[in-house]
């Protein structure tokens, strides 16, 4: 129902924020990646999806469309995993992660989410493997090689791996695609 709102942001949280539109505020949930994204005060605009229940209208919104897209895939084609859960989803893994995640069965790193156990992990791959977009599951691919190489150089200057990983997983987020392996481990020691 509605594709995106353009206003000014009035205020913000990590996991909502309130855009006024014509003097109308909209409280909009959000991911982690999007609020990241987010300038403190100004215009904004956040691509938009609309949960109509018997309760309640909830707008859920993203920095980018692609977000968008894959937040929808993901509540409409798992069973069980609601735009909660979904956001979780977004917000501690990333995109990229997920795909990855998910196109390898991987299910313990799914698991890691909170509100995310063993069963709906499963399901999530079950559900979805092989049935990504091919440029989310591309994009994935590509970055895996590209980010195993920059977590096993951090390992190799004494970071521990999940710190590690953590940190290129910001470093990604933050650079333009398929950036060369030395930005990506410069922009990861400036996370670390």
């Known amino acids: ?37 987010l300038p403190r005060s100004g215009a904004v605009k956040l691509h938009t999806w609309l949960k109509v229940s018997d309760d309640a209208l909830r707008l859920y919104g993203f920095a980018t469309e692609r977000e968008r897209d894959f937040f929808v895939r993901l509540v409409e084609s798992v069973g069980q995993l609601g735009p909660a859960k979904a956001l979780a989803l977004l917000s501690s893994t990333g995109i990229d992660d997920l795909t990855r995640a998910i196109e390898e069965g991987d299910v313990a790193t799914l698991r890691r989410v909170k509100g995310i156990g063993e069963k709906l992990a499963s399901r999530l791959v079950v559900d979805l493997k092989g049935k990504l977009p091919a440029d989310l599951a591309g994009k994935a691919a590509a970055g895996t090689s590209l980010s195993k190489d920059a977590v096993t150089a951090l390992q190799g200057l004494g970071y521990d791996r999940s710190e590690a990983e953590e940190a290129v997983r910001k470093a990604l987020r933050d650079l333009p695609a398929e950036p060369p392996l030395e930005d990506v481990i410069k922009r990861s020691l400036a996370n670390v």
């Open 1 to 37: 129902m509605y594709e995106y709102l353009s206003g000014t942001l009035a205020a913000r949280t990590p996991s909502h924020v309130c855009i006024d539109v014509n003097g109308v505020g909209y409280r909009v949930e959000i991911p982690l990646s999007t609020y990241e994204k």
